[in-house]
């Protein structure tokens, strides 16, 4: 009898050990929180753009798009904060 869950790769596998560190996220992890929160943030603002099909367009993109592109320019710029924080 074979089991089916051979296919999965061994770091799958909990090892009993906590994930996070008890102290507060390490350094890799900071930027990974970062970067999950900034996008978050810009996937709500592309609901929002979705729902609310704003007809005004700045430089023939829709509000949301040139919003986007402004979170992400700030998030990249941020990014550089955090990782040498």
Known sequence: ??????????????????HF???GPAAGQATDIYLTA??????VVYLLGLLFRPKR??????????MVLVLY????????VVASA
Do not use: E, H
Not at 73 to 80: E, Q, R
């Open 1 to 18: 009898m074979t089991s089916r869950w051979k296919c999965l790769p061994s770091s799958s596998v909990p090892s009993g050990r906590p």
């Open 21 to 23: 560190r008890q102290n």
């Open 38 to 43: 900034l996008a978050i943030l810009l996937t």
């Open 57 to 66: 367009r700045i430089a023939r993109m829709g509000t949301d798009s040139l």
């Open 73 to 80: 320019g700030l998030g990249i710029a941020g990014l550089f």
